[in-house]
């Protein structure tokens, strides 16, 4: 299973960019195949109609390819202000944005229709940003994801790693695995092809 990770964030010690890379690695322990995004890879700019009138930016066709290519994602949103970044809805808006000139890319929705997209958060705050994903749910749902049930929020993020990026407790660790199987345990099932997670 093509197993496809990435946080909302560009911070260096972003929290959720840490998340991201202990998922992956309960991922590939679990027998995927694992791709880690870091946006800060892409050079995308703030969507613009104008500009995109101009033709749409290389680095947003190889991001809706890399989207494309995997079955199976898992996202780690941040929340500001009650809600993911902008930075998060930036990349989602112009991955499902209609590429008119493109045949391939005609359909906004292409790179998202029947992905299984498990959802996770980390804050510093108690709650551990889960009002990010209430509201990342439905945008994900109206972009004709599958979102995975489970889903986990990392609260008390500052203290919950070790110095190797590892969370200390094995109550969050269960929580994000959970997640990740879940992820793939319904990927598996949407594309029988695929190599069924136990």
Known sequence: MKLL?????????SFNRQLAKVAAKMAR???????????SSLDI???????EANGTPPDVIRLKEIMYQHPA????????NGSYTALLKNTLDWA???VKS???WQQGTKAFTGKVVGLLSASPGALGGLRSLSHLTPLLLNLQCWVTPQQYALGQAGSAFDADGELLNTTQRA????????VLWAAARFAPSATTVN
């Open 5 to 13: 990770i990435f946080a909302g964030s560009t911070r260096a010690q």
């Open 29 to 39: 322990q679990a027998g995927a195949e694992v791709t880690l995004l870091e946006l």
């Open 45 to 51: 700019p703030m969507y613009n109609a104008d500009l």
């Open 73 to 80: 994602w898992v996202i780690c949103s941040p929340e500001y």
């Open 96 to 98: 499902s944005s209609p």
């Open 102 to 104: 493109d045949p391939n």
């Open 175 to 182: 929580g994000v695995e959970s997640v990740v199987k879940q």
